[in-house]
């Protein structure tokens, strides 16, 4: 069955690690047609847009997009591109797997934790940003609603009943921000009643840190606001290695971004070095969604296997590998 999506190929290294994950789904013949679409600084160069129209509408006709890593240029449009496709397509789920692989240098093993994280609204996405005429107050409004926690809440119940998990820990600060957090986590309670199956646990953002960090095998799925999940996403992805292996899902009713969470790194971009793990995985994530789960299930086991073995690997992974090369070793296995 033949499925057009949107590829965004990106800025910095984006283009090299799109071009090794396009290559690898090719070869595993999924009947995947792509509209290449452009969003970023390439876009800005091109168009003197950031996000044409033209891409917008592709998402829109497509619902499913594959994105490399943006550039917002300094002083330009938007304060993020990402913020920005979350709010115009009403992306409120980001889901973030963090799994161990083999021969990383992860000081842990054994990790498969899933942050969900509310996407559209909280502290930040920056609504009410403002500076005193002096320079010396600035201020910033954060938003809840009972809706956006209500969806995002059940939307990671529902996850972690699809996947077989156990436990949702829902993450918050309601001791102090008695108002937004605690409306979060008020509505929280409500909805983990409609799942009596799944164990539901309660911790403060600050413990949930130190927790990750001394035992993290307690955690199965976490479900937060938008700025703590940006926060423990990023110290999920530390403890499997770091974001190279770290992917992303935008998940809404009408469309869903799938990506590589990392940056552009215009420092390593086009020595042909840059490790196309986050990339694959978010493909992995996309395939899932697409309701493909076998093939999503082959890609990773391909890429596991092809790092046991120490094939091909780039650089940040211990190898003397490229990122075609490291490519063509998992699509080899694929094939196999």
């Not at 502290?123 to 209500?150: F, I, N």
């Not at 600060?173 to 957090?181: D, E, G, Q, R």
């Not at 703590?228 to 009408?254: Q, T």
């Not at 086009?270 to 299930?297: F, S, T, V, W, Y």
């Amino acid at each position: 069955m033949s499925q057009t999506i949107a590829v965004i190929r990106g800025d910095g290294i984006g283009p090299e690690i799109m071009d090794a994950t396009l290559e690898v789904l090719d070869r595993m013949k999924l009947g995947l047609q792509y509209e290449f679409v452009e969003a970023g600084l390439r876009a800005f160069e091109a168009t003197g847009e950031l996000l044409p129209e033209k891409t917008l509408e592709a998402i829109r006709r497509h619902r499913v997009a594959l994105k490399s890593p943006l550039t917002t240029p300094v002083g330009e449009g938007f304060s993020s591109i990402n913020v920005e496709l979350r709010k115009r397509f009403d992306l409120y789920a980001n889901v973030r797997p963090a799994i161990s692989f083999p021969n990383t240098q992860a000081r842990y093993s054994g990790i498969d934790i899933i942050t969900v994280r509310e996407n559209t609204e909280g502290a930040y996405v920056g609504e009410g940003q403002s500076l005193s005429e002096d320079g010396e107050v600035a201020t910033l409004t954060q938003r809840v609603t009972r809706r956006g926690s209500e969806r995002i809440v059940r939307f990671a119940f529902d996850l972690a009943r699809q996947q077989g998990r156990r436990k949702v820990t829902v993450v918050h600060k309601a001791n102090i921000l008695k108002s937004t957090s605690g409306l979060f986590l008020r509505t929280a309670r409500l909805v983990a009643a409609d799942y009596p199956d799944i164990q539901c646990n309660e911790m403060i953002v600050d413990n949930t840190c130190m927790q990750l960090v001394m035992r993290p095998e307690q955690f199965d799925v976490i479900v937060t606001t938008n700025l703590f999940g940006d926060i423990i996403s990023d110290l999920c992805a530390g403890l499997v290695g770091g974001l190279g292996l770290a992917p992303g899902a935008n998940i809404g009713r009408d469309a869903a971004i799938f990506e590589a969470v990392h940056g552009s790194a215009p420092d390593i971009a086009g020595k042909g070095i840059a490790n196309p793990c986050a990339l694959l995985l978010g493909a992995a994530q996309m395939l899932g969604h697409l309701g493909r789960e076998e093939d999503a299930r082959r890609l990773r086991r391909a890429i596991v296997s092809t790092m046991e073995a120490r094939d091909r690997l780039t650089p940040d992974l211990g190898g003397t590998g490229t990122t075609r090369s490291f490519a063509e070793a998992i699509a080899e296995r694929l094939e196999g």
